[in-house]
């Protein structure tokens, strides 16, 4: 994964196929299929992460419940229509599938679920705390993609790292490491029903900021010419 196109994006996980793989959609007689894939943590909670797959990549593999693969690819995002709103819905779009020999799998699974991202932050982030006092910071990542694309992406920081992502400002430039989480929350719909959905984010562990390449320094750099 070193040519231009992934260097802003870039995902590698590992785990079990735990489900079929279903037909997605077709682009330029290109055949692309979705399945889940379940992601071990050190804690032995199981992110179950959605995979998208084109037909070429599966020409020499069987996608069966149970088999272990390694994915490397891109966190993608695109707006689905449901309910009379948009629903930002993400996945991981693979760029490459490998089986895992037997022996392999062990060593593999140490770092089973890795991504990194470079983007802007799109809009003001969102500082909150636990009912146990733990600090939390939601961001929500622009990652540019070619064909003028984006990619808007849901990060979460904690502890220090919230403390400072509380205060980035929308346009800045930022660089960060972390694992893609699956979360199940309960929503309410209209008619009082209340469903389980899943919730995709990620989780950061490293973060960078470009102090080269933001909105502060320009405002700052205004208010100066400003005084003067």
Request: one cysteine or more.
């Amino acid at each position: 994964m070193v040519d231009k196109i992934t260097d802003t994006n870039k995902v590698i996980v590992v785990g079990k196929v735990v489900s079929e793989k279903e037909f997605s959609h077709e682009m330029y007689g290109e055949g692309f299929y979705n399945f889940e894939l379940g992601v071990p943590r050190l804690s032995d909670y199981i992110d179950i992460l959605p995979v998208t797959i084109s037909e070429r990549l599966l020409v020499n593999i069987d996608l069966v419940k149970g088999k272990y693969v390694l994915i490397e690819g891109q966190l993608r995002s695109y707006n689905r229509y449901v309910n009379n709103s948009n629903r930002l819905v993400l996945t991981v779009f693979a760029r490459d599938i490998y089986e895992p020999k037997d022996e392999e799998i062990d060593e593999l699974l140490k770092k089973p679920n890795e991504i990194f991202i470079d983007g802007y932050i799109c809009k003001p982030p969102v500082y909150r705390t636990t009912p146990f006092g733990r600090e939390i910071t939601d961001l929500l990542i622009a990652v540019n993609r070619p064909y003028n694309k984006s990619d808007y992406i849901p990060c979460i920081s904690w502890g220090r790292n919230a403390r400072f992502c509380e205060k980035l400002l929308v346009g800045d430039h930022v660089r960060l490491w972390g694992r893609i989480q699956s979360r199940d929350y309960q929503k309410r719909l209209s008619n009082g029903e209340i469903i389980t959905r899943t919730a995709y984010e990620v989780s950061i562990s490293k973060l960078e900021y470009i102090e080269n390449d933001n909105n502060r320094q320009k405002e700052e750099e205004e208010a100066v010419e400003t005084n003067i």
